[in-house]
């Protein structure tokens, strides 16, 4: 069964960049047909997808987003990390990573708090 855990810090200061990295135990990230995705869930608000990194390290970011992100992968400790630049409050939420296959996600992280504040 696979395992997603996200990690990084709680904290950013506006304009700063948030890194946020998944590991990914019980499955590689490299099996085809997975897509490895970034969702966030602001304060009140619903489920925001960010992007994915594919099986064959593709990527696709939200429009919304694009500008200010991207998706990497290191094959060889089984991670995948997410950076959005620029960051402002409006970026405070929480953060999963996710697993989707046939566009339905059958594994999810626990989530991790982002606050972004001076």
């Known amino acids: 069964q696979v395992q997603l855990q996200e990690s990084g810090p709680g904290l950013v200061k506006p304009s700063q960049t948030l890194s946020l990295t998944c590991t990914v135990s019980?499955?590689?990230?490299?099996?085809?047909?997975?897509?490895w995705t970034w969702i966030r869930q602001p304060p009140g608000k619903g489920l925001e997808w960010i992007g994915y990194?594919?099986?064959?390290?593709?990527?696709y970011m939200s429009p919304s987003l694009k500008s200010r992100t991207s998706i990497s992968r290191d094959t060889s400790k089984n991670q995948f990390t997410l950076q959005l630049n620029s960051v402002t409050p409006e970026d405070t939420a929480v953060y999963y990573c996710?697993?989707?296959?046939?566009?339905?996600?059958?594994?999810w992280g626990q989530g991790t708090q982002v606050t972004v504040s001076s």
């Open positions: 996710a697993r989707e296959e046939g566009e339905r996600y059958d594994s």
């Open positions: 019980g499955g590689s990230i490299t099996t085809n047909d997975y897509y």
């Open positions: 990194i594919a099986f064959g390290g593709s990527t």
